[in-house]
Each structure stands twice: as C-alpha cells, then as structure tokens.
C-alpha cells in the first residue's frame, strides 16, 4: 500500500505559476503509476495529468498540455506538478493518486486505488 500527501497549493493570480507536491510512503513507489486530478465546485473530479513508475511516460489532459508538467523523484518517493500560466478555471482542489498496475487507462479515476487528501488552488483574475 502507498499513502500520499499532496502540498504546494495556495491563492496566486491568473498567469502565475505553482509546483505541487504529492509524497508518498512506501519502498515501491517507484513502482506505481500516479496521476493528478483535480475537483472544481459542484464538478466531477477531472483528470489533469499522469505519469509512469520510471517516469518516462507522461499524459495530459487538453486543457493543461503546453502549461502544466508532471515529473517524479523516486529516490524522494515524490511527483511533481509544476503549473505555468495559471487560468481562473484551474482553479480546484487537486489530487494526486497512485495504482500499481501499469497498464490501464491512466485517466480514469477509477484506475487509481490510493488517493491523497488533496490541496486547494485558487487563481485570481
């Protein structure tokens, strides 16, 4: 099992930038797929962006290519978000989650059997 813990999110406005954190416990995480999703409110949790165990296989959701980018430490047990050109509407909480199963559908949320607490984002116009 993998426990993760997201961080790094906060008020910035449009146009700014912000890397989350997700860490996670466990000695084979580098084992494990994780994505980052994100809820808007009164939205269904969306998917943002996903990344494979050895971190040479990314995905991303349309609407963040070109601004967000999602990378890992293994040896810090740690995926990153790194959000560029912050919009209004990436405004959410967000979420990383892992599976250990690499194969599957990255951006389904029920890919995904652990899930962190989630960090707020807010992005002002």
């Known amino acids: 099992q993998v426990q993760l813990v997201e961080s790094g999110g906060g008020l910035v406005q449009a146009g700014d930038s912000l890397r989350l954190s997700c860490a996670a416990s466990g000695r084979t995480f580098s084992s494990y797929v994780v994505g980052w999703f994100r809820q808007a409110p009164g939205k269904e949790r969306k998917f943002v962006a996903a990344i494979s165990g050895n971190g040479g296989s990314t995905n991303y959701a349309d609407s963040v290519r070109g601004r967000f980018s999602i990378s890992r430490d293994n040896a810090k047990n740690t995926v990153y978000l790194q959000m560029n050109s912050l919009k209004p509407e990436d405004t959410a909480v967000y979420y990383c989650?892992?599976?250990?199963?690499?194969?599957?559908?990255?951006?389904?949320?029920?890919?995904?059997?652990?899930w962190g607490q989630g960090t707020q984002v807010t992005v002002s116009s």
């Open positions: 989650a892992a599976s250990q199963n690499p194969l599957g559908v990255w951006l389904a949320a029920s890919f995904y059997a652990y």
